[in-house]
């Protein structure tokens, strides 16, 4: 049974860093891509950041462009969002989520695994 578990959530002032991680467990991942997704009140889940765990191609929304960067750690089977420059727009709660195969990575249909989410607030 594939489980992610998202930690590093919290509250940060504007301009400040959080670092978000996701462990994930119960199948090999080789042939999967894992992301960062997000949902503000009222508003839809949306792309963030993606990472093919096989090659570590990364894929970003524009918005978070140059202040993000995901990344993961194979020997800990942990995928992890390093969040810089925050801005209160960034406020919302983070999901990673997991995708088998090599379709495109920016659809949240397209997952196959979620955790349960880690809420992130920056102040102004």
């Known amino acids: 049974q594939v489980q992610l578990v998202e930690s590093g959530g919290g509250l940060v002032q504007a301009g400040g860093s959080l670092r978000l991680s996701c462990a994930a467990s119960?199948?090999?991942?080789?042939?999967?891509?894992m992301g960062w997704f997000r949902q503000a009140p009222g508003l839809e889940r949306e792309f963030v950041a993606a990472?093919?765990?096989?090659?570590?191609?990364?894929y970003y929304a524009d918005s978070v462009k140059g202040r993000f960067t995901i990344s993961r750690d194979k020997a800990k089977n942990t995928v992890y969002l390093q969040m810089n420059s925050l801005k209160s727009e960034d406020t919302a709660v983070y999901y990673c989520?997991?995708?088998?195969?090599?379709?495109?990575?920016?659809?949240?249909?397209?997952?196959?695994?979620w955790g349960q989410g880690t809420q992130v607030t920056v102040s102004s």
């Open positions: 989520a997991a995708k088998f195969g090599q379709a495109t990575v920016v659809v949240t249909t397209r997952y196959d695994y």
């Open positions: 119960g199948r090999t991942f080789s042939s999967y891509a």
């Open positions: 990472i093919r765990w096989s090659g570590g191609m990364t």
